[in-house]
């Protein structure tokens, strides 16, 4: 694992810092194998298993369900391990290094099922392969996205950075998009030969990029050095984060949406456009909005550069929202030539509208090393996948389902209810969400000029000198230098304000006492729900409805939420036992009501 790209080592506030170009490409480059994988398991999986595997669409409701409550288990963990790891190889490079040839793996096994599998068979092969192919993309790919925030700490240096790898991820995309559909059509295979056959060349693809780079791109050693932090103090610190949380809440609104348009795009295209050959134009729409959206990369990178971040996402939104309208509105049975129209138009934003949040959330993690004096770009990451995942459940499964509970019937011919559900929640669906989001991310506090602040201010702690948050106004001392020394602060993280007053107001065995409750509580949910989920689906013939999915997101998210209370119990019990005085945990809630993270 040598390296030769060159990565600047220090970023003192206000210098420029230049990334290669080489460098920038080796990082970007795994993105064409990831992006590429992303649209065969959103788009064109779950019918795919519905039409060809013939497993009941309820049942891919829930087992898509299933693998995505547990990619909120898993993304955290994976970014705290990385976090965690110092090896000679550094923080990043040894989980892409093994993770991509596995997740690799897993994913040619999802896309080639064998023949004889149908029905029930076909629903375990599904979800064995999706949680494998999960875990292990998520090993490799999720601190490959952290490593991008520590490339450069330069405000539009991240722009270019984030631009080449979401240029390389929309290529990949596009090559995803177009090849099926040309390739049936051309050399007449069926759709087991083409998604068997693609998903061989995206694995050795993913393989050879992502070992490139880490071969060839190192980690900044000062970042590697660097102390990391336990996971439920780390993610009380990010929830008292407000850019982040306001960036987080915005995302997790737009991935709503984002959840509903990709799964719902193969059914909208089948049976409210109708066309004759309906892979094909499957594939030639993607290409069209891929395509569009990889032209105007470049063109939002200048955008920002000279009207701010902020500003040019808003415009991405207005102009996605305006095109899911117009589409709704105007597109019908046989519209093919105005539905390419409008994708076109609305796929104007959508290349600014990937790479802009990314480059936003490495500046809330700068601010939050000014509060913390800590880099935790993969937990940040873990973070920024989980929650947009948890929401992405329902915006998956639930359109799945209720197409199932209509009667929706495996390339046949459906009722009018069903295309108008169709056309309803494809168009319509993904507007509402992102105007949610759009309401949220005008609040987004951080710009060029505080972001310069905030960089300036980090030297400042470095050098035991305190420094002025600018986007409170408030003076922060050093982390080492505040009212709990920085590991007594980090510890007392463990606990909310809330129960740091009730221990304080009723006595030490309040913690323990607290924690476990709450464990009990939220694993009974859990209990409650699976059983609830697995009732509901009986026969495999029979539809398991909605419910049944909605019962898994529960379950999963009351299983996360045990296991968060679980890892208190320990520190739950060291408070009890007097190690720390209560005018030390005064101390350190005087602190968090300052606003300090």
């Known amino acids: 694992m040598n390296s030769t790209a060159t990565i600047p080592t220090s970023s003192e506030a206000g210098t420029p810092e230049r990334l290669s170009s080489t460098t920038k490409l080796l990082y970007g480059a795994p993105a064409l194998a990831g992006g590429a994988m992303v649209i065969p398991l959103l788009i064109n999986m779950p019918k795919f298993y519905a039409d060809v595997v013939a497993v009941p669409l309820g049942y891919l409701a829930v087992a898509i369900a299933v693998t995505r409550c547990l990619d909120a288990i898993i993304d955290p963990s994976i970014g705290l391990i990385s976090d965690h790891t110092h090896s000679r190889w550094g923080r990043r490079r040894p989980y892409i290094f093994i993770g991509a040839p596995l997740g690799g793996l897993a994913f040619w096994a999802l896309m080639s099922p064998p023949a004889h599998l149908t029905g029930f068979g076909g629903v375990v092969w599904f979800s ?14 999720l601190p490959h996205h952290a490593l991008g ?11 270019s950075l984030f631009g080449a790898r979401e240029s390389f991820g929309v290529l990949g995309t596009i090559i995803a998009a177009a090849a099926p559909g040309f390739l049936m059509h051309r050399f007449k295979w069926g759709e087991r030969e083409v998604f068997s056959r693609l998903a061989l060349a995206f694995t050795m693809a993913l393989v050879a990029l992502c070992w490139l780079m880490v071969a060839f791109v190192r980690e900044r050693p000062d970042f590697v050095a660097r102390q990391s932090n336990p996971l439920v103090p780390g993610i009380r610190r990010a929830l008292r984060n407000r850019p982040f949380i306001i960036l987080l809440s915005s995302y997790v609104a737009a991935s709503v949406g984002g959840g509903i348009a990709p799964i719902l795009m193969p059914f909208f295209i089948a049976y409210v456009l109708q066309p004759v050959q309906p892979m094909l134009w499957l594939s030639i729409v993607m290409l069209v909005f891929f395509g569009t959206g990889l032209l105007f990369i470049p063109f939002g990178v200048v955008l920002a550069r000279h009207f701010g971040k902020l500003p040019t996402l808003i415009a991405c939104y207005v102009a996605g929202i305006s095109g899911g309208i117009m589409t ?15 994708v076109g138009f609305g796929a104007t934003s959508y290349g600014a509208s990937v790479f802009l949040p990314a480059s936003m959330q490495a500046e809330v993690i700068d601010y939050d090393e000014l509060h913390t004096g800590l880099r935790r770009e993969a937990q940040y990451a873990g973070f920024w996948s989980i929650l947009p995942k948890l ?3 329902p915006a998956a499964a639930i359109p799945l389902a209720l197409l199932a509970t209509l009667g929706y019937a495996p390339n046949g011919v459906q009722t009018p209810q069903v295309i108008s559900t169709i056309r309803l929640l494809y168009t319509l669906g993904p507007c509402f969400t992102a105007l949610v989001s759009l309401a949220i991310v005008c609040w987004f506090p951080i710009n060029r000029v505080n972001h310069a602040a905030i960089l300036d201010g980090v030297q400042r702690h470095k050098r035991g000198l305190n420094a002025t948050d600018p986007l409170t106004g408030r003076d922060i001392p050093p982390p080492g230098a505040r009212g709990a020394d920085e590991a007594t602060g980090w510890f007392l993280d463990n606990f909310s304000q809330r129960e740091l007053r009730r221990f304080l107001a009723r006595g030490s065995q309040t913690p323990p006492w607290g924690v476990r409750r709450a464990a009990t509580f939220w ?19 029979a539809d398991p409805g909605a419910a049944a999915s909605l019962a898994v997101v529960l379950s999963g998210f009351a299983l996360a939420l045990f296991l968060f209370h679980l890892t208190r119990i320990g520190p739950a019990r060291r408070l009890a036992s007097g190690v720390i005085s209560n005018a030390v945990v005064r101390a350190h809630m005087a602190d968090c009501r300052q606003g300090s993270i």
């Open 128 to 141: 064995a392969f999706s949680i494998l192919c999960s875990l292990f993309l998520t090993i490799a790919l």
């Open 523 to 541: 694993i009974a949910v859990c209990v409650i729900a699976g059983w609830f989920a697995l009732r509901r689906m009986g026969a495999i013939n």
């Open 149 to 159: 925030a520590e490339l450069s700490m330069d405000y539009n240096e991240r722009n």
């Open 391 to 393: 929401a992405a459940i």
């Open 328 to 342: 709704f509105s105007f597109v019908g049975k046989g519209d093919t030539t105005l539905l390419l129209i409008l």
